[in-house]
């Protein structure tokens, strides 16, 4: 299995979930869970890559957070929770597996070595969301830019990253014309190359060192608690 969460489990917890868990696709914009309503499986990708997004009341949407294969989605099935005020769907399509959550939630109470990983999960998203927040206060359009592409990339095989200019902007909470206009800018620097429907990172190590502080306190979070996300 290439699910970091499901690979990282004692064999005895990994052994609780084996039975349960169903191969799933996960094509692009397949929702997986709606807000406030109950949420019958949870998901734990293979590849691809899913958005959580804040709803409003009037139907305003912002993006907080993403997952892949590192993880695991709905968020609050990790406290054994069935419903959340988040709408979840992927933006890249993927595929990975499903398990219900009466079995999820059994496991989860019958094994604290699996309540403890999971917690780490839950901890290491949090510290995402938390950043994401705090870096479209405070960086320049570029920069995030910069950062969503990384996060994409640790959650992706090779170097071709399968996003499209209404991906980026709800990551980066900005209009398209913004991404365009940042694109051109990452592409000016050689560090990318920007096509319809993909992006290929160039150089990694500069396009991380543009960044700069808008990308890696979430991700160094997540290897001290749970280990390489790649």
Same mark, same amino acid.
């Given at each position: 299995?290439?699910?970091?969460?499901?690979?990282?489990?004692?064999?005895?917890?990994?052994?609780?979930?084996?039975?349960?868990?169903?191969?799933?696709?996960?094509?692009?914009?397949?929702?997986?869970?709606?807000?406030?309503?109950?949420?019958?499986?949870?998901?734990?990708?293979?590849?691809?890559?899913?958005?959580?997004?804040?709803?409003?009341?009037? /139907?305003?949407?912002?993006?907080? /957070?993403?997952?892949?294969?590192?993880?695991?989605?709905?968020?609050?099935?990790?406290?054994?929770?069935?419903?959340?005020?988040?709408?979840?769907?992927?933006?890249?399509?993927?595929? /990975?597996?499903?398990?219900?959550?009466?079995?999820?939630?059994?496991?989860?109470?019958?094994?604290?070595?699996?309540?403890?990983?999971?917690?780490?999960?839950?901890?290491?998203?949090?510290?995402?969301?938390?950043?994401?927040?705090?870096?479209?206060?405070?960086?320049?359009?570029?920069?995030?830019?910069?950062?969503?592409?990384?996060?994409?990339?640790?959650?992706?095989?090779?170097?071709?990253?399968?996003?499209?200019?209404?991906?980026?902007?709800?990551?980066?909470?900005?209009?398209?014309?913004?991404?365009?206009?940042?694109?051109?800018?990452?592409?000016?620097?050689?560090?990318?190359?920007?096509?319809?429907?993909?992006?290929?990172?160039?150089?990694?190590?500069?396009?991380?060192?543009?960044?700069?502080?808008?990308? /890696?306190?979430?991700?160094?979070?997540?290897?001290?608690?749970?280990?390489?996300?790649?």
């Amino acid at each position: 299995m290439f699910n970091r969460i499901l690979n990282l489990l004692e064999d005895s917890d990994r052994e609780r979930l084996l039975k349960y868990l169903e191969p799933v696709a996960l094509p692009r914009l397949a929702v997986l869970s709606e807000p406030d309503q109950p949420q019958e499986f949870s998901y734990f990708p293979e590849s691809g890559i899913g958005s959580i997004m804040a709803v409003s009341p009037s /139907g305003e949407t912002a993006e907080v /957070g993403i997952f892949g294969r590192e993880g695991m989605s709905p968020p609050n099935s990790l406290f054994e929770d069935d419903r959340a005020p988040f709408k979840v769907f992927m933006q890249v399509e993927g595929n /990975g597996h499903k398990i219900r959550n009466e079995h999820l939630f059994a496991a989860l109470v019958s094994s604290r070595t699996m309540r403890k990983l999971l917690s780490r999960y839950a901890q290491a998203l949090f510290v995402q969301t938390a950043y994401t927040a705090l870096t479209n206060a405070t960086h320049h359009v570029d920069e995030r830019l910069a950062r969503s592409l990384l996060m994409v990339h640790d959650r992706t095989a090779g170097d071709r990253l399968s996003v499209t200019h209404d991906f980026l902007a709800g990551l980066l909470n900005v209009r398209r014309p913004s991404v365009t206009t940042a694109l051109h800018v990452l592409e000016g620097h050689r560090f990318i190359v920007a096509e319809r429907g993909q992006v290929t990172i160039r150089n990694r190590e500069a396009l991380q060192a543009f960044a700069g502080d808008a990308y /890696g306190i979430a991700e160094r979070e997540f290897t001290r608690l749970i280990g390489s996300m790649r």
